[in-house]
């Protein structure tokens, strides 16, 4: 085998090592351009929650592809369906879903007011239990008109944000438009772990007594990849709109299991 051939080798081995304890479960690496796997990816279509002004496409290039060896989800500034926007959601539901892990999502966001790009879960129970009762896990939150600060957070009936007392931290990456950063979580029995390029953010334990109303988190839940616009928080200040297109770019989806 060739020197340089080796190398390459040896970059992607250490690359794809798993962290200690962990064994490497699923991923999608985004090496093949074009559509999204459809192995691996569903979408969302049309205009979904919290007053966003996107329409998300299914299985279109313009809004989501793969282009060298990334993910892009491209919002971008024309009407579709009562839309002042069009951008893309995919999601794993009918694909894949999780009841513990360690997942890692290396990731570069869009910087444009308005924006409001989001790693996250939802249980395969969404829609027959209401939300937020079904609960919900956010990786990584941005809103556009506070740049550089990452969130991550928990809701369940008990603690989430119309109630202002959801369970959430934060930390701040003033690079986060221009390089990629890991967003990745640790998910085990009654306890989830938040970081940023191995950083815990926010630690988070189901307490003695807690019900499914406070610790909706022992069942399966879906992967979900979007770029929103607007809406009650990304939209809080209003939309750039000549900033437009913005894109999130995802180099790895990469999920774990204990060892």
């Avoid at 080798?9 to 459809?38: H, I």
């Avoid at 002004?53 to 060896?69: C, L, M």
């Avoid at 409001?116 to 941005?142: F, K, Q, T, V, Y």
Wanted: with cysteine.
């Amino acid at each position: 085998m060739r020197p340089s051939l080796l190398l390459s080798f040896a970059l992607l081995s250490t690359a794809m090592a798993a962290p200690a304890g962990w064994k490497l479960e699923w991923s999608d690496e985004f090496d093949q351009a074009g559509a999204p796997d459809p192995a691996k990816w569903t979408y969302e279509v049309g205009m979904i929650r919290n007053n966003e002004t996107q329409f998300y496409t299914k299985d279109r290039r313009e809004n989501a592809r793969v282009e060298d060896g990334v993910l892009i989800i491209e919002a971008r500034k024309e009407k579709r369906d009562g839309a002042d926007f069009t951008s893309a959601s995919l999601i794993s539901k009918g694909r894949k879903d999780w009841t513990a892990g360690r997942f890692e999502i290396r990731a570069k966001l869009p910087e444009a007011r308005g924006t409001w790009p989001a790693i996250w879960m939802l249980p395969l129970d969404h829609g027959a239990i209401p939300w937020p009762r079904c609960g919900e896990i956010d990786l990584m939150e941005h809103v556009g008109h506070d740049p550089g600060r990452i969130h991550a957070t928990l809701h369940s009936e008990t603690y989430n944000h119309i109630r202002k007392n959801q369970r959430s931290g934060a930390t701040l990456l003033p690079d986060f438009s221009s390089d990629f950063h890991v967003y990745a979580m640790e998910w085990t029995q009654g306890r989830i772990v938040m970081q940023v390029d191995g950083k815990t953010i926010a630690e988070f334990e189901k307490k003695p007594g807690d019900t499914d109303k406070e610790w909706p988190f022992e069942k399966p839940f879906y992967l979900i990849l979007n770029l929103a616009i607007g809406g009650s928080w990304g939209g809080a200040k209003g939309v750039d709109e000549a900033a437009f297109p913005q894109r999130m770019e995802v180099d790895y989806v990469r999920v774990y299991q204990k060892s």
